[in-house]
Nanobody
Framework: QVQLVESGGGLVQAGGSLRLSCAAS????????RGWFRQAPGKEREFVAS????????YYQDSVKGRFTISRDNAKNTVFLQMNSLKPEDTAVYYC?????????????????WGQGTQVTVSS
């Protein structure tokens, strides 16, 4: 079994920054791509960013490019999402997930384990 636990969410003013962390435990953690998704009230869960298991490849949703950075520390089984220049439209519950493969993916259905989510609220 795999457990993913997110942390680092909170309330921040527009233009501020937050750093999310996702710690993983269980078997076969490091050799999989990981991703971040988010879900705002009344909306579907959407892709934010993903990273391959070697960190060689990353993908971002267009709306966060240049503001968010995904990274990982395989020695600590942890993935990070650095979020800068936050906007009110970034407000959502943020989820980390483990991909079914090594390659970074933007497709929600290619992730099989999910964390419980952490709330990010950006005030205007």
């Amino acid at each position: 079994q795999v457990q993913l636990v997110e942390s680092g969410g909170g309330l921040v003013q527009a233009g501020g920054s937050l750093r999310l962390s996702c710690a993983a435990s269980g078997r076969s953690i490091s050799s999989y791509a990981r991703g971040w998704f988010r879900q705002a009230p009344g909306k579907e869960r959407e892709f934010v960013a993903s990273i391959s298991w070697t960190s060689a490849t990353t993908y971002y949703q267009d709306s966060v490019k240049g503001r968010f950075t995904i990274s990982r520390d395989n020695a600590k089984n942890t993935v990070f999402l650095q979020m800068n220049s936050l906007k009110p439209e970034d407000t959502a519950v943020y989820y980390c997930a483990r991909s079914t493969g090594l390659i970074a993916s933007v497709r929600l259905y290619e992730y099989d384990y999910w964390g419980q989510g952490t709330q990010v609220t950006v005030s205007s």
